[in-house]
C-alpha cells in the first residue's frame, strides 16, 4: 500500500502484538521504515525549494557580479583620463579642463618616508596580505550592516583596494545593494591585482593615482601643488601632510584649513612612530615644522579669456548630464565663438583705460567725505572675509575680526579693494550672437573664480535705457522729429510719493524732438515720451521681446534707467538695432565633440523677429548722433576710430554705473564701469558713461578694425524699403521749402503720424536703397 496511514489491526495481530516481542520489532521496523521513506521526500521537496529560491537567484547574482569585474588587460592598461580643450574661432587652445593633474614617478624617486608614512597610516600589514584582511573585511560589512551605514561603504580598505577603487569601480552608489556588490568587487579585483603586481608595483601604481586634492592625482602633481618641488626632495614632515591629506582632501586641505592638516599631520607620525619606521625624536622634530606651503600661483595662470572659460564650463556642466560626458576626463573638443585676437584687444583696452582711470580716482578719492565712513566699509570686508566666514564658533569670529582690524597691511588691502574700479565688457557678432570677446573684471590676468561683471551682474542702466523708450514711439509710427515739452513734471509714486525728475545739468524750456532728446539724453523727454506716447506696459513689452530678461519695474522712472540688467542682455538687446531688428541670443559654444570627433552638439543661432527693419534702421540713425554730436561722448569715441557707429551712455544716481553700449554694422559692445562696493562711487563727471565707459568701447573697435590679421572691412548701416530720407526745415520741423534757411535730414516711414513733423498728404513717398554713413568722421 502506498497510502498515508496504515489499516488498523484485527483482534488477533493485536494480541499477538502485546504477546510477542519479536513481532513487536517487526511491526516497529516497518513503520521506521516508512517514516524514513516519507522524510527522504519531504527532504526532497525542500531541496527543491531552497534550490529555487535560493541557490539560483545566487547563481544569478554571482554572475552578476563577475560580469562587472575588470580585465586583467584593462588592470594592467586602465583608460587615459584626457582633459577637455576649449578652442577659439580662429583655432586657439583658450585653457583645459582636467580632473586628474597627473605626472608619472617611479618608486625609486619617492623617499621612503612617504610610502612609510602611507603604510603605516592606512595598511600597516601590507607586506603581509594577499590584497584583502579578511577579518577587518568582514568586520567592517557586519557593522555597515548593522548600523545601516551601507551606502557609505566604511572601513577595511587595504591599499591594493583602495587602488581597485580609485582605478576601476569608483563611482557613486545609489542604494545599498550597489554598494555591497561594490566592495566585492573591490575584494576580488585586490585579489587579482596581486597576483599580476609585485608589491613595490602595487604602492607604486597607488602613488601615482591616488587623489591628494586641489586638481592632484598622484605624489608628483600633489608634491608641486602644495610645495613647488619634486617628490625626492620632500621632508619627513612633507610627506606625512601629503598621507595625511589621503584621508580626507577637503576637509584636510593644508591651505583652507592648516590647523587640521597640522593635527592629521601629527597623527600620521605617531603611526610612523608607533610602528617603528622613526624614532621619537625624528617625530618630535617633524611635528615642530611649519607648513612652509608654497606662494600662490602668479597672474600668468588665469589665461586669455579666464572669465569667459568660466562661463563655458558653466554651461559644459549643465550639459554633462544630458549627453553623459565627463567634462574632466572624456577629452571633449569644444569650440566656442571667441575670436583670440579680439579678446586680445578687449583686454588692452579694457587694461589701458583703467590703468589711468584707477589712478585719477585713488588721487581724488576721500573717505572723510562720504556719507559711509571707512570704518564700516572696513568692518563689512571683515566680516566678509574667509577666515571669518570659516571660523567655527563665535569666539573664533571675534578673534579673527579683532587680528584682522588689528593688521595694517590687511586693512591697506581691503580699503584699496574696496575702492577698486571694476568692469564688464563684452563684444558680439549681432547677426550670429556669438561672444567674440569678453573681459569679466579687472584683474582679469589675477582671476580666480570670481565674479563675473558681463554675466553675474545687474545694475541699473541709466539713460543706457532711454533707447527702448524712443523704440516704443518709432514703432507706434512717431517720427524722430516729433516734439515732447522739455518742461518739469511731477509724479505721484505707487508709495505716495512725489517724483520730480530734471534734467542732468538742471535746465529746461522750450520743445525738444525725439532725436535731440535721445542724442543730449534729455531726461524730461524721456520722461515724457513714456507718460504720453510710450506707455510703460509697452516699454517691457518691447524690452522683453529684444533680449530682456530681468525684472523691470513698472513706473515712468524706468525711463531714465531705474531697471537693474546684466551688461550680456543690454549688448545682445543693442544688437537688435545693428541686425535689422531680429534678436539673436548671446552663445559661447558653436560644437562639442567627443574624444573620436563624433559631434555631440552643434548649436546654431537661436533668432527672433524683436522690432521691424524700418524701427532699427531708424533707431540706428538717432543714436549714430550720439556719436557724430559736436563734443561729449562722440568726441571721446572718435579719438579713437572713424567708421561708422552708434551708441547710448548711461550713468546713475551718484555717479554708480557708467554705461556705454554701441555697435557698428559688424560688432556690438558693452561696457559697464562701477564698483563692487557700493559706499564707493566716483565723485564727479569722470563717472559719466561717456567718460569712465565709452573709451574702451572706442579703443576696443579701433584696435580690432585696424588689424590687418582680422581684415575687418568697413560696412555702413543700409537703409531698408519702406523707410525715407527727406529734408526738414530746422526751426519748423516741417518739409523744407525754398524759403527754409536751415535744413536738416529725416527719415520716415509710411506710417509715420503727423504732428510737427511733414504730413503725407504733402510728402512724396520713395523707397530705395540708402545707407548711413557718418557726417563727421
Not at 14 to 43: I, M
Not at 237 to 249: D, R
Not at 295 to 309: E, I, Q, R, Y
Request: hydrophobic content about 35%; charged content about 25%.
Amino acid at each position: 500500500m502506498s497510502g498515508k496511514e496504515r489499516p488498523p489491526m484485527s483482534a488477533e495481530d493485536l494480541k499477538r502484538y502485546f504477546e510477542d516481542p519479536e513481532y513487536r520489532k517487526q511491526v516497529a521496523g516497518t513503520s521506521k521504515q516508512r517514516k524514513r521513506r516519507q522524510g527522504f521526500g519531504r527532504r526532497l521537496v525542500w531541496a527543491a525549494l531552497v534550490g529555487a529560491f535560493v541557490l539560483v537567484p545566487f547563481g544569478l547574482y554571482v554572475g552578476y557580479l563577475f560580469s562587472g569585474l575588470p580585465s586583467l588587460e584593462r588592470i594592467e592598461n586602465p583608460r587615459p583620463e584626457l582633459a577637455t580643450k576649449v578652442y577659439s574661432l580662429d583655432g586657439e587652445v583658450l585653457d583645459q579642463y582636467f580632473v586628474k593633474n597627473r605626472s608619472y614617478v617611479s618608486l625609486r624617486d619617492i623617499p621612503p618616508g612617504v610610502v612609510e608614512a602611507l603604510i603605516a597610516t592606512e595598511d600597516k600589514d601590507f607586506y603581509d596580505h594577499w590584497g584583502v584582511d579578511v577579518v577587518r573585511f568582514i568586520k567592517a560589512m557586519v557593522k555597515n550592516l548593522l548600523s545601516l551605514r551601507l551606502t557609505r561603504g566604511e572601513g577595511a580598505s587595504t591599499i591594493t583596494m583602495q587602488l581597485s577603487r580609485n582605478l576601476y569601480l569608483g563611482h557613486q552608489d545609489r542604494n545599498s545593494f550597489e554598494t555591497v556588490t561594490r566592495k566585492i568587487r573591490e575584494f576580488i579585483t585586490s585579489v587579482q591585482l596581486e597576483r599580476s603586481f609585485t608589491k613595490n608595483e602595487i604602492l607604486e601604481f597607488y602613488l601615482n593615482v591616488v587623489y591628494f586634492g586641489r586638481g592632484s592625482y598622484g605624489i608628483a602633481s600633489a608634491t608641486q601643488q602644495y610645495y613647488g618641488k619634486a617628490p625626492s626632495e620632500l621632508t619627513l614632515s612633507e610627506a606625512a601632510v601629503l598621507i595625511a591629506v589621503l584621508k580626507g582632501p577637503a576637509y584636510y586641505d593644508p591651505t583652507n584649513h592648516p590647523e587640521r592638516a597640522l593635527g592629521r599631520r601629527n597623527v600620521v607620525l605617531g603611526q610612523m612612530e608607533k610602528y617603528g619606521y622613526i624614532t621619537r625624536e625624528q617625530a618630535k622634530q617633524a611635528r615642530s615644522e611649519p607648513l612652509q606651503l608654497k606662494a600662490a600661483d602668479g597672474a600668468s595662470a588665469a589665461g586669455l579669456a579666464p572669465h569667459f572659460v568660466e562661463y563655458v564650463r558653466q554651461q559644459l556642466v549643465q550639459k554633462a548630464e544630458t549627453y553623459g560626458f565627463d567634462l574632466y576626463r572624456d577629452g571633449l573638443t569644444v569650440y566656442t565663438t571667441l575670436d583670440s585676437r579680439m579678446q586680445r584687444h578687449a583686454n588692452r583696452a579694457v587694461e589701458e583705460h583703467l590703468g589711468e582711470y584707477q589712478a585719477k580716482f585713488d588721487r581724488l578719492w576721500d573717505w572723510r567725505r562720504e556719507k559711509e565712513p571707512l570704518k564700516f566699509v572696513i568692518d563689512l570686508a571683515a566680516r566678509s572675509s574667509a577666515p571669518y566666514r570659516k571660523a567655527a564658533s563665535a569666539e573664533q569670529r571675534d578673534s579673527v575680526y579683532r587680528a584682522l582690524l588689528g593688521s595694517a597691511a590687511w586693512v591697506d588691502s581691503a580699503k584699496d579693494a574696496a575702492k577698486r574700479i571694476e568692469v564688464g565688457f563684452v563684444a558680439m557678432d549681432p547677426h550670429s550672437g556669438g561672444i567674440l570677446a569678453m573681459v569679466g573684471g579687472s584683474q582679469f590676468k589675477d582671476f580666480k573664480y570670481g565674479l563675473n561683471h558681463v554675466t553675474q551682474i545687474r545694475r541699473q542702466v541709466g539713460s543706457a535705457f532711454k533707447p527702448f523708450v524712443f523704440t516704443v514711439a518709432i514703432d507706434n509710427n512717431y517720427p524722430p522729429c516729433y516734439e515732447l515739452l522739455n518742461q518739469p513734471v511731477t509724479l505721484m509714486m505707487a508709495d505716495g510719493r512725489r517724483w520730480s525728475p530734471s534734467n542732468t545739468d538742471g535746465s529746461f524750456g522750450g520743445k525738444s524732438t525725439l532725436r535731440e532728446g535721445l542724442r543730449k539724453s534729455i531726461n524730461l523727454i524721456a520722461v515724457r515720451a513714456i507718460m504720453e506716447i510710450a506707455p510703460v506696459k509697452s516699454v517691457i513689452e518691447y524690452a522683453k521681446a529684444m533680449g530682456i530678461t530681468a525684472e523691470l519695474p513698472p513706473y515712468e522712472s524706468l525711463a531714465l534707467g531705474s531697471g537693474e540688467i546684466s551688461p550680456l542682455e543690454m549688448t545682445a538687446a543693442f544688437g537688435v538695432f545693428a541686425n535689422k531688428g531680429v534678436y539673436v541670443q548671446p552663445a559661447s559654444i558653436l560644437r562639442i565633440e567627443d574624444k573620436d570627433g563624433n559631434v555631440l552638439e552643434e548649436n546654431i543661432p537661436q533668432r527672433r523677429e524683436a522690432l521691424s527693419e524700418q524701427t532699427s534702421f531708424i533707431m540706428t540713425s538717432m543714436m549714430q548722433d550720439v556719436l557724430d554730436g559736436p563734443g561729449g561722448t562722440g568726441a571721446r569715441v572718435r579719438n579713437w576710430f572713424h567708421l561708422p557707429a552708434a551708441g547710448k551712455t548711461g550713468s546713475t544716481n551718484e555717479y554708480a554705473d557708467a554705461w556705454f553700449v554701441g555697435f557698428t554694422p559688424q560688432i556690438v559692445a558693452g561696457t559697464w564701469v562701477g564698483f563692487d562696493n557700493k559706499s564707493v562711487h566716483f565723485t564727479d563727471a569722470d563717472g559719466q558713461g561717456g567718460r569712465a565707459a565709452a573709451p574702451i568701447f572706442g579703443r576696443f573697435m579701433k584696435y580690432v578694425y585696424d588689424d590687418p590679421d582680422i581684415g575687418m572691412q568697413l560696412e555702413y548701416f543700409t537703409m531698408p524699403a519702406g523707410v525715407m530720407k527727406q529734408e526738414i526745415c530746422a526751426e519748423t520741423k516741417r518739409l523744407a521749402t525754398e524759403f527754409c534757411p536751415k535744413r536738416e535730414v529725416e527719415y520716415f516711414t509710411e506710417k509715420t503720424l503727423p504732428g510737427r513733423c511733414p504730413k503725407h498728404s504733402t510728402t512724396r513717398w520713395v523707397e530705395g536703397e540708402d545707407s548711413l554713413g557718418t557726417t563727421n568722421f
